[in-house]
């Protein structure tokens, strides 16, 4: 798997990252997911602050032997929004993985005490409890506007990436997020890169009643998704994977990775199986053709 760096920063992350949390009921397949991406080449594995608790037990197996944590840049989303809440929130993720340090923190919360946020990074990369900092705003601007005042608070560090959804079904990081992270020398994350599920091709023919799409939780979101306006997206996706003999997710995977400015893509899945199946994407390759095709049918 081929590892990038995010911008200017001196962390490389392999290009497809895992977030285990929808595993965590069985903590075997937390495991061997994560060996597995290890396995891969890869090692960026993301974990929402609130869902810690729900992969500490294989996260704290697997990292605690040191040849394991070595090779694993662990990212965790943080989205308090005062600097007391963000340290307090940032060393009980340490102790509960039982870990000293965070490769990655991303700080998602907004006040307009915006400052605190700033501080919060700062205090926690120059007491070595975050190596480094990646921020996932509502807006650029307010992921500029934070990375400005970082820079300038002791020891002046530069935030290495900025996160937010991209998709085959949502390119607005087009015109503000991926500008922004270039800008500042930073990496650039994409979140729910298989649109929640919509790209896998799933619910072209209706709602599976298992599947996320019928969970009040999700359901709204994918719903819009699958606004009628939509939907030659998705038959686009379906006609390049019967082209080249492989899943729409994995088309669907390929075109964010290829993007230029994006870093890494992260991507959920509920079982072993899907996972092992997202793996393959590393290897498909989309000819210009059928990339130029997909970027017709998804221009909004």
Known sequence: MQRRSLGSSGLDVGWLGLDPSSLARQHDDVTLAIGELLDAGGNLIQVSGTDVAGVEPSLRGFLRDPGHRRDVCLNVRSAQTTRGDLLRHLDDVLDQVGIDSLDLWTLGGWAEGWDEIATAASVAVASGRAHYVCLTLPSAWQSVAIAGAVRCKPPGADVAA???????????????????????????????????????????????PDSRGATETHGVTIRQLLDGSRRHVLDGV???????????????????????????????VRTIHQWRGLLGSDGVLLPHEIRSALDDVSTM
């Open 162 to 208: 900025l996160a937010a959804t991209y998709s085959l079904m949502d390119r607005c990081a087009e015109g503000d997020f991926l500008p922004a992270a270039h800008a500042l020398g930073a990496g650039f994350i994409a979140g729910a890169p298989l649109a929640y599920g919509v790209l896998t091709g799933k619910y072209r023919h209706g709602t599976p």
């Open 238 to 268: 379906a006609a390049a994977a019967d082209g080249l003999s492989t899943s729409p997710s994995n088309v669907a995977l390929a075109w964010v990775r290829d993007t230029p400015g994006v870093s890494a893509v992260v991507t959920s």
